[in-house]
């Protein structure tokens, strides 16, 4: 019984938090470019691009900070991949 509380209790706190992605409560505008893609730009010097494709094929999302890309990742509603960091040679 102790284990189906502590599930409620997590879900119930998930869904007051804003942006569980980006680690925290950042407060971010969209910027819909059209039906399928759009820009995250947060309140710090960073953004996100969400590029959808149609099907269950997901979101690839690249982010950005101080106009450079960070790191990518891949999204579906099935799973969600390990954010692919970019290094600069």
């Known amino acids: 019984?102790?284990?189906?509380?502590v599930q409620i209790v997590g879900k119930n706190d998930r869904k007051k938090r804003k942006n569980l992605?980006?680690?925290?409560?950042?407060?971010?505008?969209?910027i819909p470019i059209n039906q399928?893609?759009?820009i995250r730009l947060y309140e710090?010097?960073?953004?996100?691009?969400?590029?959808?494709?149609?099907?269950?094929?997901?979101?690839?999302?690249?982010?950005?900070?101080?106009?450079l890309l960070e790191w990518?990742?891949?999204r579906s509603y099935s799973f969600v991949?390990?954010?692919y960091k970019?290094?600069?040679?």
């Open 72 to 74: 990518k990742q891949r």
């Open 1 to 5: 019984m102790l284990f189906i509380c």
């Open 44 to 67: 710090d010097d960073t953004f996100e691009v969400h590029c959808s494709a149609q099907g269950p094929l997901g979101a690839n999302v690249y982010h950005f900070k101080r106009g």
């Open 36 to 38: 399928s893609s759009y």
């Open 81 to 83: 991949s390990k954010k």
């Open 86 to 89: 970019i290094n600069y040679e």
């Open 21 to 30: 992605d980006s680690g925290g409560d950042m407060n971010f505008k969209k």
